[in-house]
């Protein structure tokens, strides 16, 4: 018996012994991924969204960047977001972070990669945003690694700058759902660190920066502003869902 024949049979003894549910309410799909009810609570974000942020414009807008970011730019320089953090998008990503459902990941990744994939293409390094290490103790996985390696999953090609050494978690921070946008930035000043021993691989460099969600854009920025420091020309973000 071939090897490719062990791998269908296996996976098919698989499907039937666990069945793939929908991530959101759990009914039974046929195929990894959201169910047709479900489908339409989830809001894509299309190009029409501020270039700096994410963040989705209701209109055609005259500039390329919300107002916001021209009052008050993040650190980083561009960002592109897959979907609006609403109640469905809120159950993924909550189910990927806290809740052990790594098999949430490639449903997240599938939808971030056409506004992604772009900037994987322009960018020298993939760094997932990094947990400290109590943290992913504790977690056993960082979620954002996890939406990285689907990412990459789509373009091995890429693999190559595929390079979580590159930023460090510092400082252990706790939970930020509950804080207001300065204690966010207040609580993130110093979160993340290049090792000085990276720091020429760094220096010039475009970083594309993943996460799973971008509220405020403290931590974001706060790793932004490590690489920077380091030497980094432009910093890149990517998230699963944007809050807006």
Not at 166 to 188: D, E, F, N, Y
Not at 191 to 210: C, E, G, Q, R, Y
Request: hydrophobic share 40%; net charge positive.
């Amino acid at each position: 018996m071939g090897a490719e024949l062990i791998t269908q049979i296996a996976a098919t003894v698989g499907r039937f012994i666990f069945p793939q549910l929908c991530p959101i309410c759990a009914s039974e799909v046929t195929a990894s991924g959201v169910c047709t009810a479900c489908w339409p609570s989830l809001t894509l974000i299309s190009g029409n969204a501020c270039r700096q942020c994410g963040t989705p414009f209701p209109y055609q807008p005259l500039l390329d960047r919300c107002g916001n970011c021209l009052r008050q730019p993040p650190d980083f320089d561009a960002a592109c977001c897959a979907l609006v953090y609403g109640e469905s998008s809120r159950q993924l990503v909550l189910g990927l972070k806290h809740s052990d459902r790594q098999d949430i990941a490639p449903v997240l990744a599938a939808m971030m990669l056409p506004n992604t994939l772009p900037m994987m293409m322009a960018a020298d390094y993939l760094v997932p945003l990094p947990l400290h290490p109590r943290r992913f103790f504790s977690r056993r996985y960082n979620q954002s690694a996890e939406l990285c390696r689907h990412l990459l999953r789509a373009a091995p090609e890429l693999m190559p700058k595929y390079a979580p050494e590159l930023l460090l978690r510092v400082k252990k921070t706790p939970p930020q759902g509950h804080k207001t946008r300065q204690q966010r930035i207040s609580s993130m000043r110093g979160a993340f660190l290049v090792p000085p021993h990276l720091t020429p691989l760094v220096k010039d460099a475009h970083v594309l920066v993943i996460d799973d969600v971008l509220t405020t854009g403290a931590s974001l920025s706060s790793a932004a502003r490590a690489l920077k420091r380091a030497g980094a020309k432009t910093v890149s973000v990517s998230t699963a869902a944007r809050v807006c």
